[in-house]
């Protein structure tokens, strides 16, 4: 079992920058590959990024270059750097977690309870 819990949201500007943290519980935080979500007022849930035990990253293409998944195993927490934010970013984020490789597919096993981004032009 793992619980996740996500922080570092909040309310920006057009251009700021934010970092999401989801600091994970479990011994074998290591094995896992993490991921960050993302879900807009009446939209699907959507795939932002994720990083693989191995350290492998995967993106949407509208946050390539802007945003930066990491993980740091020693601290069992993984980080999501959000830059030159937009309002089209703003959503409810939420921390996964699966056994396996990366997926752009909500098929996580384990969920965090989300974290509010909201950036305002």
């Known amino acids: 079992q793992v619980h996740l819990v996500e922080s570092g949201g909040g309310l920006v500007q057009t251009g700021d920058s934010l970092r999401l943290s989801c600091a994970a519980s479990g011994r074998t935080f290591s094995s896992y590959t993490m991921a960050w979500f993302r879900q807009a007022p009446g939209k699907e849930r959507e795939f932002v990024a994720a990083?693989?035990?191995?350290?492998?990253?995967v993106y949407v293409d509208s946050v390539k270059g802007r945003f930066t998944i990491s993980r740091d195993n020693a601290k069992n927490t993984v980080y999501l750097q959000m830059n030159s934010l937009k309002p089209e970013d703003t959503a409810a984020y939420y921390c996964?977690?699966?056994?396996?490789?990366?997926?752009?597919?909500?098929?996580?096993?384990?969920w965090g309870q989300g974290t509010q981004v909201t950036v305002f032009s």
């Open positions: 996964a977690a699966k056994i396996g490789s990366t997926s752009v597919l909500p098929n996580y096993d384990y």
């Open positions: 990083i693989s035990w191995r350290g492998t990253t």
